[in-house]
């Protein structure tokens, strides 16, 4: 089993940033890649960005150039780094695991606004 503890949403203004944090425990050592998704009021849950555990990024279109995905091994934690944020960013942000068993695991959730 894994678990996965997102934290760092808020509320921020059009062309600000926000750093998200997403802690990893459990089986560890299980986890094959991890990624970050979002789901706006209504919409479907998309991915935004994906991190293997061997380093290996990969971006949606609409983030590319804006967030940067990555992962602290020795915290066991997973940063995405939002940049020039817009107002149609905002979205509740999953974390997501998937381990080699193909196991597939997500946090609870936090809350990113962005609005003047």
């Known amino acids: 089993q894994v678990q996965l503890v997102e934290s760092g949403g808020g509320l921020v203004q059009p062309g600000g940033s926000l750093r998200l944090s997403c802690a990893a425990s459990g089986s560890i050592f299980s986890i094959k890649a991890m990624g970050w998704y979002r789901q706006a009021p209504g919409g479907p849950r998309e991915m935004l960005a994906a991190?293997?555990?061997?380093?290996?990024?990969d971006y949606v279109d609409s983030v590319k150039g804006r967030f940067t995905i990555s992962r602290d091994n020795a915290k066991n934690t997973m940063y995405l780094q939002m940049n020039s944020l817009k107002p149609e960013d905002t979205a509740v942000y999953y974390c997501y695991a998937r381990s080699r068993e193909d196991n597939h695991y997500w946090g609870q959730g936090t809350q990113v606004t962005v609005s003047s």
């Open positions: 991190i293997t555990s061997g380093g290996d990024t």
